[in-house]
């Protein structure tokens, strides 16, 4: 099963010729999840090749503009394209309100139900389906922030066929203990589950984490995530400045990734004053090697 995610945007507050605002889709099997929107998501998505009809939800980290007004244009074009599948979009509260005085305002009639469900910044389960779960998590910005955590479920566990067959176990019997149950023989012997089954692999697990200073309590809820994208707005030099406005340096979001335990790094979220990331690159594999920056277009595999 696919599990990736997709940079459509890097930017911070003010978006450059080569970056534009937050905004990254996360594939999962057949499922796309969008995580922050803004401006000019459409765009890259339509340059990257990605079907933004078939995003089911949409995960908005805050209210700050460079994280979800590409929502706007987002919906009307889906609108336009006669969307019918309903759109969950899960934030902090006040979206509901604003997107409301826009429908009102354009007098913009949508053909497809868009749900938004507001949340008080807390660790908790805001999406689970059969095969995946999101969970909020708290953040410290200026105003409420909200970071996600992506989990794939753990799977059945898988039949050891081999030794089924060499124990006579019969074929009607298999369902029942790829489900987790024990095997009785019609003489009473007991064959319990572990003996007749593998372990399912390791569940993969992505958590996004943008425009906040370091949560040092975050590390036990997302120690050993296979992906852990964190947003680096500053270079170090400029830790007082990031700390003024509630952000993160480089070296703060690598050293957190190590302490963590993550199997690897993306920093994005970048302020506009830096034309190269270079120095991005250098100063966080300086504290956890196996860093990488947010450059648009990238997809990186979770696994």
């Not at 010729?17 to 057949?30: C, K, M, Y």
């Not at 480089?250 to 920093?267: D, N, P, S």
Request: overall charge neutral; charged content about 20%.
């Amino acid at each position: 099963m696919p599990f990736d995610v997709t940079i459509l945007g890097s930017s911070s507050a003010t978006p450059t010729l080569t970056r534009r605002h937050s905004s990254q889709v996360l594939r999962f099997g057949d499922e796309k999840f969008l995580i922050d929107c803004g401006e000019g998501t459409q765009n890259r998505c339509m340059e990257y090749g990605i079907n933004f009809q078939k995003i089911s939800h949409i995960f908005i980290s805050h209210l700050h503009g460079d994280h979800f007004l590409g929502l706007f244009g987002m919906i009307n074009t889906m609108n336009l394209l006669s969307r019918k599948k309903p759109l969950t979009i899960y934030t902090t509260q006040g979206l509901k309100n604003l997107l409301d005085l826009h429908y009102s305002t354009c007098n913009l009639v949508l053909h497809f139900d868009v749900e938004v469900i507001e949340i008080i910044p807390d660790f908790q389960i805001v999406y689970e389906s059969a095969t995946i779960k999101v969970t909020a998590m708290p953040l410290e910005h200026r105003i409420p922030c909200i970071g996600w955590l992506f989990e794939e479920k753990r799977g059945e566990r898988k039949l050891n066929y081999e030794q089924c067959k060499k124990l006579g176990i019969p074929f009607k019997a298999f369902a029942s203990i790829k489900n987790g149950a024990d095997f009785k023989t019609d003489n009473g012997t007991l064959f319990p589950n572990e003996e007749l089954t593998f372990e399912p692999r390791e569940t993969l697990r992505y958590a996004y984490i943008t425009d906040t200073l370091v949560q040092p309590q975050l590390k036990k809820q997302i120690s050993g995530v296979n992906l852990l994208y964190h947003e680096a707005t500053f270079l170090h030099n400029l830790e007082s400045r990031a700390h003024e406005t509630f952000h993160s340096t480089g070296k703060e979001a690598a050293i957190f990734a190590a302490q963590a335990k993550v199997g690897r790094l993306i920093v994005g979220h970048f302020s506009s004053r830096y034309k190269d990331l270079e120095a991005h690159i250098e100063e966080c594999r300086s504290q956890f090697p196996n860093s990488d920056v947010a450059i648009e277009g990238s997809v990186f595999p979770i696994k």
